[in-house]
């Protein structure tokens, strides 16, 4: 049995970035991460396609917590003690400089994860912070004021623990026993999968700005929109899929959206139609690409719209007006199931937010338990607001632990 001041299990981001500030806190404590894989660090590695997606240039609390569908209203807190410029201080600190992409995302100047992770791993060594791999947990319980946790390499006595492990059933089902309850977890960052003959041999391309809404719900969204092989991506769905996670879930992922390409109403596209046929009258409307959408995918709702390719504006019917417009405004299409979004697998569910002290992310259930990242019932879109959720929490969390 090996006695240990400060147990963190799970390491991964989170894990790591509380033990680091735990031990610059309080260089005294005996600190182990416990990981169960033989490497740590794997969302970090696989984050942003490799490059690791850092963090989100949204400067202020109240508007970071629109992007997170479970936590808005319990991060307010905790963002106005330790958000994005505080992200981006700690890591220039340890000589890792971010910067800014265009959609707002964060990444290390070098677009490589494997700065991060060796920034973490050369933390971690500097403080004398021991690395467990291959560590899985077995059990966790309380005797009198420590806590035993079996692993499968051995046993430790704590007194205090981090849960930092994200989205795991494991985990949870020892929370559960432990007297927390759990969110029942379902995806949050998913794809669309469509077949339709309307996006059919045409991925890869992008309408730049859609409203997209589900129908018989209120959930909607607003962005890009990616077609890919299997039906729909980019931050218009994905948002969608996080905000619309639960109730996605209740209909086992069948369900219809409607598009609005051009974000005009369907009478205001009619007129500009009609204009069109008129200044257009000798063209065609299959070459006459129109709304800055992209050209195939024009292609398709022309096609879609009972036209042939040689069909010319001025030759244009009301029936054959209206059907263009409807595919332009109104498209409706069928969701037939969902794809998970890369490797960056996100999860709503976990520990029930009431259980949690945000301003310490301490377990209210368990004195000296502190919870940090996914592990709670929080998530994000994507974008780096998952990792400031973790930076955020592991940072609050160690100021508590260390004291």
């Known amino acids: 049995m090996t006695s240990k001041d400060v147990v963190v299990v799970g390491g991964g981001a989170a894990g790591f970035f509380a033990a680091i500030n735990i031990a610059e806190q309080n260089p005294n404590l005996k600190i182990s991460i416990l990981e169960r894989g033989a490497t740590g660090l794997g969302k970090v590695k696989v984050s942003g396609g490799g490059r690791c997606n850092v963090t989100h240039a949204e400067f202020i609390p109240k508007e970071l917590t629109q992007h997170y569908p ?15 410029g505080d992200t981006i201080e700690w890591f220039e600190k340890r000589g890792v400089e971010l910067k800014i992409e265009d959609d707002g995302r964060m990444f290390p100047v070098s677009n490589s994860s494997q700065t991060i992770i060796d920034c973490f791993l050369n933390e971690v060594e500097k403080h004398q912070v021991e690395v467990l791999y291959n560590h899985s947990v077995k059990s966790i319980e309380l005797q009198e004021e420590l806590f035993k946790i079996e692993s499968s390499q051995g046993d430790f006595l704590s007194k205090k623990v981090l849960i930092a492990t994200g989205s795991n059933p494991k985990i949870w089902s020892l929370l559960e026993g432990l007297g927390h309850t759990i969110s029942q977890p379902v995806p949050s960052l998913f ?103 992209p050209k195939r995918l024009w292609h398709k709702l022309v096609l879609a719209s009972n ?97």
């Open 191 to 293: 794809t669309f999968n469509i077949k339709d003959e309307r996006i059919q041999d045409i991925p890869g391309v992008v309408a730049q700005n859609v409203e997209i809404k589900v129908l018989d719900t209120d959930l909607w969204s607003e962005g890009s929109l990616l077609i890919t092989h299997w039906g729909m991506s980019a931050p218009s769905i994905l948002k969608l899929s996080a905000f619309g996670a639960l109730e996605l879930a209740k209909r086992n992922y069948k369900f219809k959206i409607e598009i609005n390409f051009i974000r005009h109403a369907f009478e205001e596209c009619l007129e500009i139609l009609k204009t069109l046929k008129q200044d257009l009258a000798k063209k065609t409307v299959f070459k006459s690409t129109q709304f800055d959408l």
């Open 70 to 84: 479970r936590g808005e209203k319990e991060l307010l807190g905790p963002f106005h003690q330790f958000m994005t």
């Open 307 to 403: 036209m042939a390719i040689e069909t010319r504006w001025a030759d244009l019917n009301k029936g054959q007006l209206e059907n263009l417009a409807g595919h332009l405004t109104q498209a409706v299409f069928k969701v037939d199931g969902k794809s998970t979004f890369k490797e960056e697998f996100v999860t709503a569910g976990g520990v029930n937010l009431k259980e949690v002290n945000f301003k310490t992310f301490e377990s209210k259930r368990i004195k000296n338990l502190y919870l940090a990242g996914e592990v709670i019932n929080v998530d994000a879109v994507t974008g780096g607001f998952n990792f400031q959720n973790a930076w955020t929490g592991a940072y609050i969390a160690a100021q508590n632990i260390s004291k």
